[in-house]
């Protein structure tokens, strides 16, 4: 069993930048591969970045590329997603997960945080 939450969120300006973190519990942390969603009001989960479970597999979303960075802290059980450039369609409720069982770019991960909110202003 894997528990999974998310800090960092928040009410920024375009242009800014944030950095969530995502926290594990559970040994099995260094095994897995981890995930960043976002989901915004009215539309469904989306992709935004994935990275396996040492490292040496990353991929991101156009949408996101060159301006998200995914990593990982085995040895604090910690997942980070900075976010630089940020702009009002990054808006969204930012979730990770951990596990994917299908394709890493679809939401079907076995374990899932309770997210946290990003705004991006104009």
């Known amino acids: 069993q894997v528990q999974l939450v998310e800090s960092g969120g928040g009410l920024v300006q375009a242009g800014d930048s944030l950095r969530l973190s995502c926290a594990a519990s559970?040994?099995?942390?260094?095994?897995?591969?981890m995930g960043w969603f976002r989901q915004a009001p009215g539309k469904e989960r989306e992709f935004v970045a994935f990275?396996?479970?040492?490292?040496?597999?990353?991929y991101y979303a156009d949408s996101v590329k060159g301006r998200f960075t995914i990593s990982r802290d085995n040895a604090k059980n910690t997942v980070y997603l900075q976010m630089n450039s940020l702009k009002p369609e990054d808006t969204a409720v930012y979730y990770c997960?951990?596990?994917?069982?299908?394709?890493?770019?679809?939401?079907?991960?076995?374990?899932w945080g309770q997210g946290t909110q990003v705004t991006v202003s104009s």
């Open positions: 559970g040994r099995t942390f260094s095994s897995l591969g």
């Open positions: 990275i396996s479970w040492n490292g040496g597999s990353i």
């Open positions: 997960a951990a596990n994917p069982y299908i394709d890493y770019r679809r939401p079907l991960y076995n374990y």
